[in-house]
């Protein structure tokens, strides 16, 4: 079992930044997959960024060069660094891993980017 806890969500006007921060209940260096997502209203969950236990890291076209993706395994945590934020970048973020096969969820984060 893996339990999975987002936070640093919250309201951002335009431009502005947030980060993003996933702790995880065991070593993160344990995960073959390390991703985050997000889900705006109305739409399908969208992967954003992934990082994986061979250090490759992949982005969405949408994000590429505003947005990176990194852990700290000291920490067990996962980041999403967010830059240069726009308002079609809210959605509720949820960070996921792979661990032995089984994918898992944190709760997720709500990010608001608003005048």
């Not at 006007?13 to 997502?37: D, E, T």
């Amino acid at each position: 079992q893996v339990q999975l806890v987002e936070s640093g969500g919250g309201l951002v006007q335009p431009g502005g930044s947030l980060r993003l921060s996933c702790a995880a209940s065991r070593s993160i260096f344990s995960f073959n997959v390390k991703s985050w997502y997000r889900q705006a209203p109305g739409k399908q969950r969208e992967l954003v960024a992934t990082i994986t236990s061979g250090g490759q890291i992949n982005y969405v076209d949408s994000v590429k060069g505003r947005f990176t993706i990194s852990g700290d395994n000291a920490k067990n945590t996962l980041y999403l660094q967010m830059n240069s934020l726009k308002p079609e970048d809210t959605a509720v973020y949820y960070c996921n891993v792979q661990y032995r096969g089984v994918p898992y969820w944190g709760q997720g984060t709500q990010v608001t980017v608003s005048s």
